[in-house]
T-cell receptor, first 111, second 112 residues
Framework: NAGVTQTPKFQVLKTGQSMTLQCAQD?????MSWYRQDPGMGLRLIHY???????DQGEVPNGYNVSRSTTEDFPLRLLSAAPSQTSVYFC??????????FGPGTRLTVT | GQQVMQIPQYQHVQEGEDFTTYCNSS?????IQWYKQRPGGHPVFLIQ?????EVKKQKRLTFQFGEAKKNSSLHITATQTTDVGTYFC????????????FGAGTILRVKS
């Protein structure tokens, strides 16, 4: 099992550009989440999903969209990138929204 | 709102010294988890505590969950350079649909 995979590993965007961060899991977990990690702020929840077709907002959802068409995939879309979205993004999956299995992360810089 | 406060933010210890990080919540947690993130890596699950007063050990690491299920600690005995990283706690809040909230993390540096 690959667990949770994320692409790309690194990305540089210009302000106003859009992009999609990919996340996939092969553990058949219902719950998937997106977090961003900034120095001194811990892990903040952006969006989450409790199953295919069901998504909800987390703590910091503004500027991001998600969809969940399959159990395996949970892409995160940045609509119009801003420098404040420079961060490390982690996707995670879990069986019951308790123990989280994290992907390797995407390091995003917006200039 | 639902918050998990974690202290200290940063700790620098001499190899062989002990280390402790603490997490506190103002409301009751249904459980608490601990994660470790190595520099440049991703958070990796260490352990979950569910019962009031629970204590679990993993080699040199001791995890405790408070009697009121509002606080927790991670203690490392005789730190080694391999312990370097950021330690996060994360709690599920009973009263808020089991919402999971992470603490800000404690960065541990070990001098050899």
């Amino acid at each position: 099992n690959a667990g949770v995979t994320q692409t790309p590993k690194f990305q540089v965007l210009k302000t106003g550009q859009s992009m999609t961060l990919q996340c996939a899991q092969d553990m058949n977990h219902e719950y998937m989440s997106w977090y961003r990690q900034d120095p001194g702020m811990g892990l903040r929840l952006i969006h989450y999903s409790v199953g295919a077709g069901i998504t909800d907002q987390g703590e910091v959802p503004n500027g991001y969209n998600v969809s969940r068409s399959t159990t395996e995939d949970f892409p995160l879309r940045l609509l119009s990138a801003a420098p404040s979205q420079t961060s490390v993004y982690f996707c995670a999956s879990s069986q019951n929204f308790r123990v989280q299995y994290f992907g390797p992360g995407t390091r995003l810089t917006v200039t | 709102g639902q918050q998990v406060m974690q202290i200290p933010q940063y700790q620098h210890v001499q190899e062989g010294e002990d280390f402790t990080t603490y997490c506190n919540s103002s409301t009751t947690l249904s459980n608490i988890q601990w994660y470790k993130q190595r520099p440049g890596g991703h958070p990796v699950f260490l352990i979950q505590l569910v019962k009031s007063g629970e204590v679990k050990k993993q080699k040199r690491l001791t995890f405790q969950f408070g009697e009121a299920k509002k606080n927790s600690s991670l203690h490392i005995t005789a730190t080694q350079t391999t312990d370097v990283g950021t330690y996060f706690c994360a709690g599920n809040f009973m009263e808020y649909g089991n919402k999971l909230v992470f603490g800000a993390g404690t960065i541990l540096r070990v001098k050899s």
